[in-house]
């Protein structure tokens, strides 16, 4: 029975992934995909009915805080802490010519 891959299979999958493969390394790659496959074909005869369907693996819960209003810094300290500024903007280099 032929394999579901073959070496021209490989070699198109390496041309689009722009990766230049030997010889070898499309034997040895043809022969790994291979495996992959069959181990797929041997994972879908399980029978998972009675599994429930999970988005995760695991349960993951938010771990971010709750978003709540704060004040905010005081004008004076933040420009301060800029490296350039005058009494109201803080400066910065012109990023358009006009």
Not at 20 to 40: G, K, N, P, R
Not at 50 to 65: G, N, Q, S, Y
Request: charged share 35%.
């Amino acid at each position: 029975m032929p394999g579901k891959i073959s070496t021209d299979d490989v070699r198109k999958i390496a041309r689009l992934s722009r990766l230049e493969l030997t010889d070898d390394e499309v034997s040895t790659y043809t022969e790994q995909l291979e495996a992959v496959l069959e181990y797929m074909d041997e994972l879908s005869t399980v029978n998972t009915d009675e599994v429930p369907e999970k988005v995760h693996a695991i349960e993951l819960t938010d771990v971010l805080r709750e978003d709540e209003p704060t004040g905010s810094m005081e004008h004076k300290l933040a420009l301060r802490e800029s490296p350039q500024h005058d009494d109201t903007f803080f400066i910065v280099p012109r990023v358009f010519d006009q």
